[in-house]
């Protein structure tokens, strides 16, 4: 595509050059998202509290070539623009298109994200206010481009040029720049932060300054080192942050709930979490390290929770179940705990939770829901619901799936969800008929029996039904008939995972808190057949202009690229374990590349 001269022209209007500015600004955080795998990470504060990154992932360009090249075959990103964009988004696009330096013409994604990224959060009780801070090694062309941007289109008066050992880095000194950012190039390095001060760390460490980093913090160390190496990185620290954060809240007539507060957070702990590209597919790693049990042991005690999760709620799937995901989870006392914390904090003026919803909804929690409920919860997926065409209304909008509860008391179960339901019910039509009109209270519910199971079916909406049975120790919810009779006959023929999800499960160590168990292959076809389908009425919203050939192109050439990546896909599986003060979980997805 030409390009206007006036692009190339690095005087330009006063606005053209301060968007230039801003867009250039932009472009040199992004592209600091990008080093490579000799480790950038020790590059970063000491005092990073947030922080995402990215290695390596060049070395899996051929994995991904196939799927890129289906998009491209297909020309699914112009059918998808021709459909959806009106001429006001149109134009929006390509102002951004024209914003873009010339410069990065023919350089593609590996060139600026393909070898290592680092973005970081970080802070100082010296200087609280969060700096960002970003690092990347790109390819020589992409660095070469992005300095060429920088001198022909920008003033060389925007920014003040400072230099920190032998290099060179540049700071924004104008009104251009509401925050001051600094940046700089040296080689393929390119870094930037919105404070100079932790810019000049950056460089003083890429140097060979022998000073602490991220790398050396006990954050990371704890909940990141462990589980590294990995082409996507995430972390995020909660002690740091209170520690931050807490002496600029003490002295202000509140400090016992401050500290109540503060002692809750720094339980929650360190959380690290890497994704790697496998020859198997894709698989998750994460690791939370809590914080002292002494702080808050009620909440310590909720968060390494180790009861494994009971296996009776395989009882209800059936053979043709493509999902299912199942925990052991307290939640009465989760429920008592933020009671309990609620009512430490009086600054929020309700006392406890259990008084603020008796006195304000008039209910009480514990009696309906908590006092009967045990510790497992499980959720099966028996089928996708087809595809709804374009103007026809949804059967069932809340798709199929059954939700189970362990109970300690069928009868309490019975009468808790009966009341909870019919409130819901209440509220739904009293949303969908406001004036009135329709009668007030919704229908009671029809009962019918399934295997000498009773069977409650609640119509709370159109197309919003609920079926509620309880037997085997459980409540079961379904979302639609088929989904609880699918349940029901399992349990009567003795259940049991299918073969597919069955060797999903035979991945999983003994011990787990939550497991989950997907056909990606089915999860994915049926994406694929419900946005083709529904593509039309996601167009229609999106604007006035609709053009029902193009929406028609762009639906059948989607659904064609998801079918494409769901014949790639295989099972997907996760679970997490607990071991005292550290949370542990995996997951892998299954990809044929």
Not at 300 to 315: D, F, G, K, W, Y
Not at 430 to 436: E, K, N, R, T, V
Request: cysteine-free; hydrophobic content about 45%; overall charge negative.
């Amino acid at each position: 595509m030409s390009r206007p001269s006036y692009l190339t022209n690095p005087i330009g209007s006063p606005l053209r050059r301060a968007v230039r500015g801003l867009v250039l600004a932009l472009v040199a955080l992004a592209l600091a998202a990008t080093a490579s795998a000799q480790g950038l990470e020790r590059l970063l504060p000491q005092d990073t509290f947030v922080a995402i990154g990215l290695s390596g992932l060049q070395q899996h360009e051929a994995k991904f070539q196939p799927i890129v090249d289906e998009w491209v075959r297909l020309d699914l990103g112009a059918l998808l623009n021709e459909a959806l964009a009106e001429e006001e988004v149109a134009g929006e696009l390509d102002e951004l298109d024209d914003a873009i330096p010339e410069a990065f013409a023919g350089l593609g994604f590996y060139d600026f994200f393909g070898d290592e990224f680092w973005f970081a959060v970080s802070a100082s009780r010296s200087n609280p206010l969060p700096t960002v801070t970003v690092v990347a090694r790109v390819s020589e062309e992409a660095a070469a481009a992005l300095a060429q941007a920088i001198e022909e289109e920008s003033d060389p008066a925007d920014f003040q040029v400072l230099t920190e050992g032998s290099i060179e880095f540049r700071v924004g000194a104008t009104d251009e720049f509401d925050t001051p950012i600094a940046f700089a190039i040296e080689g393929t390095l390119v870094t930037a932060s919105s404070n100079p001060d932790a810019l000049r760390g950056v460089l003083r460490r890429y140097q060979g300054a022998a000073e602490p980093s991220f790398r050396d913090s006990a954050g990371f160390a704890a909940a990141v080192a462990p589980i590294m190496p990995g082409n996507v990185v995430a972390y995020f620290d909660l002690p740091t942050i209170v520690g931050l954060a807490r002496p600029f809240a003490e002295g202000m007539g509140f400090d016992a709930s401050v500290d109540r507060l503060a002692r809750a957070l720094e339980t929650v702990g360190s959380y690290g979490a890497v994704t790697r590209v496998t020859d198997q597919g894709v698989e998750s790693l994460s690791l939370q390290v809590l914080g002292d049990a002494s702080l808050d042991p009620s909440l310590h005690a909720l968060l390494s929770n180790r009861t494994p999760v009971s296996s009776e709620p395989l009882a209800f799937v059936g053979p043709g179940a493509v999902g299912y995901q199942a925990g052991s989870t307290d939640l009465g006392a989760w429920w008592d705990y933020l009671d309990e914390l609620s009512a430490d904090l009086p600054e929020l003026g309700i006392g406890g939770l259990n008084a603020f919803v008796a006195d304000n909804l008039g209910l009480d929690l514990n009696q309906l829901l908590f006092d009967w409920m045990g510790d497992t919860f499980a959720t099966i997926t028996p089928a996708f619901a087809p595809a709804t065409q374009i103007g026809v209304m949804p059967e069932n909008l809340l798709g199929d799936a059954v939700y189970l509860i362990e109970t300690t008391d069928p009868a309490a179960a019975a009468q808790g969800l009966q009341m909870l339901i019919q409130m819901a019910g209440f509220m739904a039509s009293s949303f969908a008929d406001p004036y009135g009109e329709g009668g007030g209270m919704p229908a009671a519910p029809q009962t019918r029996d399934v295997g000498g199971v009773s069977v409650d079916s609640y119509a709370l909406a159109e197309g919003v039904t609920l079926e509620v049975a309880i037997t085997g120790g459980y409540v079961l919810i379904a979302t639609s008939s088929d989904s609880m009779d699918a349940a029901l006959q399992a349990q009567a023929a003795g259940g049991g995972l299918p073969a597919g999800l069955a060797e999903l499960a035979a991945e999983v160590p003994l011990g787990a808190g939550n497991v989950s168990f997907v056909d990606g292959g089915a999860s994915y076809r049926a994406l694929a057949e419900q946005l083709g389908a529904e593509f039309g009425l996601f167009a229609g919203l999106a604007g006035s202009d609709f053009d029902f050939e193009a929406v028609e192109r762009a639906g059948g050439a989607l659904q064609e690229f998801l079918s494409f990546v769901a014949d790639r896909m295989g099972g997907a599986y996760s679970y997490g374990v607990s071991d005292g003060g550290v949370l542990r979980g995996y997951s892998l997805s299954r990809v044929a590349w």
